[in-house]
């Protein structure tokens, strides 16, 4: 899922210095943030390509998505060269037997927290032994929402070895269940690109 933008030439003998010229614009705009590539492939391609230049592997524990950002990552040849695993964590019992989340913090927090999130990436990057840890838990409806945590809810944790630091960011999104699980992997490979890119 993304946006694509294309650009028509008059003439294409001059398409090297028209390609560079639109990438000058978009790295001088309010869009480079958003923009992974300037060729036609898809995110979870760039993930795999950038992490493989820089020597970095990826691991992820999954709630809400059930492995669909694992799937996204193994649909692409040459995954295994930077992808470890994934832990498909989907209860709170296994969010405390697999990945170490603490009972406190289910408890005082809930399984749909930024804390939560946090010690699921730090669980994740210490069992799979992975440079970049990402983890997902989240509302996908259309059942489990409330006035604070509405559907389309999810916090997206993250772990990695040049920080050695946990961090979680709460996102919201709109959607049917199955749509709102496209855009929470969607989000969760946008991260560990920019994560990458860290390094």
């Given at each position: 899922m993304g946006v694509d933008i294309h650009t028509k030439l008059e003439n294409p003998q001059r398409y090297e210095k028209q390609h560079q010229e639109i990438i000058n614009i978009c790295d001088k705009s309010q869009l480079k943030q958003y923009?992974?590539?300037?060729?036609?492939?898809?995110?979870?391609?760039?993930?795999?390509?950038?992490?493989?230049?820089?020597?970095?592997?990826?691991?992820?524990?999954?709630?809400?998505?059930?492995?669909l950002v694992s799937h996204k990552i193994t649909n692409i040849s040459g995954a295994s060269s930077v992808f470890m695993g994934s832990l498909v964590t989907y209860s709170n019992a296994a969010k405390k037997a697999c990945l170490g989340v603490k009972e406190e913090t289910l408890n005082e927090w809930g399984a749909v927290s930024e804390q939560t999130a946090m010690e699921m990436a730090g669980g994740a990057k210490e069992k799979l032994q992975v440079d970049i840890a990402l983890s997902l838990t989240g509302i996908a409806g259309p059942l489990g929402g409330s006035d604070e945590k509405p559907v389309g809810t999810v916090c997206i944790g993250q772990a990695c070895t040049n920080t050695n630091e946990t961090f979680a960011t709460k996102y919201h999104f709109f959607g049917d269940r199955a749509l709102l699980k496209q855009r929470f992997a969607q989000a969760a490979l946008f991260k560990a690109l920019s994560l990458i890119d860290t390094f």
């Open positions: 923009i992974w590539c300037y060729e036609n492939k898809m995110l979870e391609e760039v993930v795999i390509e950038r992490a493989r230049e820089k020597k970095l592997s990826l691991g992820f524990a999954e709630s809400c998505t059930g492995g």
